[in-house]
């Protein structure tokens, strides 16, 4: 199985690569649609996944092949922009955990049985834990603009005590 992961710098490629990644693309200096479409050979992909935000959503939309499927971590999903997602067949789907507990014992059960199942992948190997950077309370605001200018690579956690 292919998988290609876009990142904001070559730099990123050993990182995306240990993710899992076949192909890396830097999306600052390639053309991200073409190179999928060169990788996938004009098919485009089966499922993208937008975590980015932005109109990240668009070109997720525009890299699936034909009855592709999206998911959607970071915006609402906008089916009207993405280019011929009727006729191409594609499927759009919607992921919002954060907001599970608003929504009592149903909302809470859902997010358990999304962690439970997390960890299961991690335990059998299928997912690989990404890079973890722990900051200090006082190194909060320059992490947020680090991740803002795209300069961050994994996961920041915000040390409050």
């Known amino acids: 199985m292919e998988t290609i992961i876009t990142t904001s710098s070559s730099k990123n490629y050993p990182y995306v690569h240990a993710l899992g990644a076949t192909h890396a693309i830097n999306y600052h200096d390639l053309n991200v649609f073409e190179q999928v479409m ?20 668009i070109l997720a939309a525009s890299v699936l092949r034909y009855e592709g499927c999206m998911v959607e971590l970071v915006k609402t999903l906008t089916p009207n ?23 009592g014992a149903y909302g ?13 992948m991690l335990e ?38």
């Open 81 to 103: 922009n993405y280019q011929d997602a009727f006729t191409r067949g594609l499927s759009f789907h919607q992921l919002s955990l954060g907001s599970g507990h608003r929504y």
């Open 124 to 161: 059998e190997g299928q997912l690989n834990v990404p890079k973890l950077e722990i900051v200090n309370f006082k190194d909060i605001g320059g992490a947020l603009i680090d991740m803002r200018n795209e300069r961050t690579v994994g996961k920041i956690v915000a040390k409050l005590i």
């Open 38 to 57: 060169d990788i996938t050979n004009q098919q485009g992909v089966d499922v993208s996944l937008d975590c980015v935000g932005r109109d990240n959503d």
């Open 108 to 120: 809470r059960n859902t997010i358990i049985k999304a962690g439970i199942a997390i960890s299961a």
